[in-house]
């Protein structure tokens, strides 16, 4: 980057992140019900790292990932397909949704291969969002 | 008695039983079944009742049922040589002659079995696509049975060939897995009951023998001729399975058991399935005017050469007229069609063997002749010629492999296949020149070889038909080409002073002349044991092919008649041709030459520069590499496609919908109007910036207006970060955007409106569409208690239409790499 960004994005930013990460898991878990979804929680967690990157430039952002945004990519697309797969391993036809309830701090939460298939969504959208803004940032001026 | 006989006609000839008695009464001249039937009686028992106790006697009465058992050995006898292909690169680690025993185990214990009877008459049956009705069938008949022994039989010639002539070299294990990989094809080709299963074995056999021409993949030719291969047989393939599908069509089935039920030959498609299905075996069995890939294929090693044009790829499409022919023959559409294509083909093939000096052209042109002959004969649709066909498609096999091979042993040895520079190789290579020896007898039709035997029958069934002249005609004059062929590479090359092309040659070694030596000895052995292998081998094969169970003798001395005469004039003017060899080759070079220019090649050369450079211009006129010209492009086709139901509908059904205006929403729609407007006139960076932002933002209130939380999060969210992305991508932009030209100006308002305007219509009409409530109203009732969400929007993309998700997010993700990869591309670029 050409200037460093300001004193403001710089302070609140890394104290932001979290919470960002968090609203992103919110909006994913509620989306069965709610608005919200793999989608929306996927774009939420990519400006968590944008913004990142918009202050600490691509490297902060890098870090702040862990992983190449093409890992994410990839390990998206698989277990979205995984969990579509998965019911043909049960005898049933293709994508049909398969649920189970497990008992998570004293409450029963239904988890299903739909879940699974957002998450898959939700990693694709991080790993291109975040792909296409490094590369930008990265970019020589 | 009688019953006996009908018995034991049954289990040799379960097929051949069956389909006669579905045939038209009239099919056959009463003349030729007085000839050939009354001896039968006799002779099927005497032939066939020794075997009695043999292995067929298993099959009794379930021949036809789909029995597990059976449906293995069949299944095994396919797969296997997929499974040696795959583990042949362990194989070729194994050191010394153990490797040449190890690769032939298989091929040789196949082959061993199907000559003791293993598997004949059954059937499997393997379920594929059950939904389509589509299974792989495979059935061992006579003919199927003659065609596995050739293929097992020379194949495992073929390996131990193989794994003496690349010695040491590691890609010798690639070639061997291919080798193993196209004689599991050929094996499935010709044991398929089932139009389908034939189809995908047949395409198996050219994608593998692409892999073999194209084996020496550095040399620009055998690139170019492996692609020529493919192609013209790949097209063929398509014709045949047009052709076999049509059929298919008009019988109700594609098992070859249902095909052969229908009464094709009163059709009226019949024409056209003839058509498409001799055009199929014509480009196999390279047949003029397709013959050209075959000498062109010459650029594979020899050990494929010798396996794929002697005894295997290119017979398949003999094989093929010689599978339909009990259905589709006997009409004169069908014989006017064989025997003239065969007729061509077999002179074409003599003639051009005598202009080259490439000892492997020449072969393989001489093959070309053969195939003809063996057209013509199935054309002539006669039981003698069937008998022919049987016998000559042993015999040719048993000669045209030891000859490529030793010509394989020459240049091994010599480095050059070059006949002009050879001679006296008999006394540095004796094992070979035995073989070549043998194979030139063979290729000569010198008794008391078996293609002697099948030579003679063939011109005995030419002069019995309708169409004696031109059959006999081009069979003798074929029969002289080939035996000046036979001369020119069977003495030529080994008498004289010794003359090597240069290097000091010595004798191959055994692997190399062993297996050769084997089989041209097998192509003498066969003659001299002609009753034997007449009544195991042949008479079953000629029984598919005639459609009738027919008894099979031959004979070396059938009197002073005609096709001895046209033998004997055949080899005089063979001789005499290849003592004049060296002018007869000019002359014949440059007619051909001049042939040439007009000929077919020259239209497949043009055709395929034609489309390369089509497809050339197409690229660069589509992939200009220009951003907004893509963008352009995509708008206005997106545009056009958008206005095309319009139109189809006149504009009706259009009308804007009935609700009241409230002053928010026009206030909501004014800012998306001002800021839409602003940022396509401002100059600024930024100001254009903000004003996307407020348009998207301007989307996402009208979305919450209308209930629809779900998209207007995510407008809301995906704004956001387009915003962040254009601020990253700031840097990069122009500092002031630069007004475009007036010209300029005007195309892109007009694009804008275009699109903009025919969107709305779309909208409009879309939203007047009743059908959608139905399906969202089935969607919103299900949600909750299928899918067990509550939100619509959610349980559709992730559960209702997860496929299309999947779709989408491999798009996306595809796109983001595209991204990534153009952003790094060029910074490494510019790095450099």
Redesign the interface.
């Known amino acids: 980057m050409r200037t460093r960004a300001s004193l403001i994005l710089r302070t609140t930013i890394p104290a932001l992140l979290p919470l960002f990460l968090v609203f992103s898991v919110f909006i994913f878990l509620r989306g069965h019900n709610e608005p919200g979804g793999g989608f929306s929680a996927g774009l939420v967690a990519s400006a968590a790292f944008a913004l990142m990157t918009v202050a600490f430039g691509p490297d902060a952002g890098r870090r702040a990932l862990g992983l190449q945004p093409q890992v994410y990519l990839g390990a998206g697309i698989l277990l979205s397909g995984a969990s579509l797969l998965m019911p043909l391993a049960a005898g049933k036809p293709m994508g049909e949704g398969m649920w189970t309830t497990l008992s998570l701090l004293g409450r029963e939460v239904k988890v299903g291969t739909p879940l699974a298939f957002d998450l898959g969504v939700l990693l694709v959208v991080v790993g291109t969002a975040s792909g296409i803004v490094f590369a930008l940032a990265e970019e020589r001026d | 008695m009688a019953s006996m006989r009908a018995q034991s006609l049954r289990r040799h000839y379960p097929d051949q039983v069956r389909r006669v008695s579905l045939r038209p009464a009239e099919r056959r001249p009463p003349r030729a079944l007085a000839i050939i039937v009354p001896p039968l009686r006799e002779r099927v028992k005497r032939c066939f009742g020794r075997r009695g106790g043999g292995p067929g006697s298993a099959t009794v009465g379930r021949v036809f049922q789909p029995d597990r058992e059976l449906a293995v050995e069949l299944i095994v006898l396919v797969g296997a040589p997929f499974v040696a292909g795959a583990a042949s690169p362990l194989l070729w680690r194994i050191p010394g002659v153990a490797r040449a025993s190890a690769l032939a185990a298989l091929p040789t214990a196949a082959f061993v079995w199907l000559l003791a009877g293993g598997a004949s008459g059954t059937r499997a049956d393997l379920p594929w696509a059950t939904e389509l009705g589509i299974r792989f069938v495979f059935e061992l008949d006579g003919l199927s049975r003659l065609f596995a022994i050739l293929i097992t039989g020379v194949g495992a010639v073929v390996v131990v060939y193989t794994s003496g002539y690349f010695g040491q070299r590691r890609d010798g294990a690639w070639f061997t897995a291919a080798i193993f990989a196209f004689m599991g094809s050929m094996l499935g080709a010709v044991t398929a009951a089932n139009v389908l299963t034939l189809y995908v074995f047949w395409e198996l056999t050219s994608l593998t023998s692409y892999a073999l021409i194209g084996f020496r993949h550095e040399d620009v030719r055998a690139r170019d001729s492996a692609l020529q291969a493919l192609f013209v047989t790949t097209a063929g393939g398509l014709a045949m399975l047009a052709g076999l599908v049509l059929w298919g069509h008009v019988a109700g089935g594609y098992d070859f058991d249902t095909l052969f039920e229908a009464d094709l030959r009163s059709h009226g498609w019949y024409p056209a399935v003839v058509g498409l299905i001799v055009a199929g075996a014509a480009t196999k069995s390279a047949q003029v005017p397709f013959h050209f890939w075959l000498p062109n294929a010459m650029a594979a090693p020899t050990p494929a050469s010798a396996y794929l044009h002697s005894a295997t790829m290119v017979k398949l499409g003999v094989y093929l007229l010689a599978r339909v022919a009990p259905a589709l023959g006997g009409t004169t559409v069908w014989t006017a069609a064989l025997v003239c294509v065969g007729s061509v083909t077999v002179v074409a093939g003599a003639f051009l063997a005598l202009t080259t000096i490439d000892a492997k052209r020449l072969l393989a042109f001489t093959t070309v002749g053969a195939l003809g002959a063996m057209v013509l004969l199935i054309g002539l649709d006669s039981p003698a010629a069937a008998k022919a066909v049987a016998a000559f498609l042993l015999a040719h096999a048993l000669y045209k492999a030891p000859l490529f091979l030793a010509v394989g042993a020459i240049e091994h040895e010599t480095g050059t296949r070059d006949l002009s520079k050879l001679s006296g190789l008999a006394r540095t290579m004796p094992a070979t020149f035995a073989v070549a020896v043998l194979g030139a007898a063979g290729m000569g039709g010198l008794p008391p070889m078996l293609a002697f035997l099948a030579k003679e029958a063939g011109l005995e069934a030419a002069r019995d038909s309708a169409w004696a002249q031109l059959a006999f005609g081009a069979l003798a004059v074929g029969g002289a080409g080939f035996a000046a062929a036979a001369v020119i590479v069977g003495i030529r090359p080994w008498a004289g002073p010794v003359r090597t092309g240069g290097t000091a040659a010595h004798e191959a070694p055994p692997s190399m002349w062993a297996g050769p030596l084997l089989l041209a000895g097998a192509g003498a052995a066969a003659g001299l044991l002609h009753p034997e292998v007449a009544s195991r081998l042949i008479a079953p094969a000629a029984s598919a092919i005639a459609g009738e169970p027919l008894a099979v003798r031959f004979g070396y001395w059938h009197g002073w008649n005609p096709p001895l005469a046209a033998t004997a004039a055949g080899l005089a003017a063979g001789g005499a041709l290849a003592v004049w060899w060296s002018e007869v080759r000019r002359t014949a070079a440059a007619v051909a030459g001049w042939v040439g220019t007009l000929g077919p090649e020259r239209w497949y050369w043009l055709w395929l520069d034609g489309t390369r450079r089509t497809a050339a211009a197409t690229a660069r006129t589509l992939q200009h590499g220009k951003l907004r010209w893509y963008l352009a492009t995509s708008l206005a086709a997106g545009a056009g496609l958008a206005a095309l139901p319009i139109i189809g509908a006149r504009g009706e059904g259009l009308r804007l919908p009935a609700a009241e205006w409230r002053a928010y929403e026009l206030a909501v729609c004014a800012l998306i109007g001002v800021a839409a407007v602003g940022a396509a006139a401002t100059r600024d960076r930024v100001f254009a910036i903000v004003c996307l932002g407020a348009v998207g933002l301007g989307t996402a209130l009208v979305y919450v207006i209308f209930s629809a939380?779900?998209l207007?999060?995510?407008q809301l969210?995906?704004d956001?970060?387009a915003v962040?992305?254009l601020?990253?991508?700031y840097?990069?932009f122009p500092r002031a955007l630069p007004w475009p030209r007036p010209g300029a100006l005007l195309r892109d308002a007009a694009l804008a409106t275009a699109v903009g305007g025919f969107v709305t219509l779309l909208l409009l009409g879309a939203s007047a569409e009743a059908a959608q409530e139905r399906v969202s109203a089935v969607f919103a009732e299900r949600s909750l208690s299928?899918?067990?969400?509550?939100?619509v929007?959610?349980?559709i993309?992730?559960?209702f239409r997860?496929?299309d998700?999947?779709g989408e997010?491999?798009v996306?993700?595809a796109?983001?790499?595209g991204?990534?990869g153009l952003?790094?591309l060029r910074?490494a670029r510019?790095e450099e």
């Open positions: 939380p779900d207007a999060l995510t969210l995906v956001t970060l962040i992305v601020v990253l991508a840097y990069h299928e899918a067990f969400g509550r939100n929007v959610n349980v993309l992730v559960d997860a496929l998700t999947l997010v491999t996306l993700a796109a983001a790499l991204v990534y952003l790094k910074r510019d």
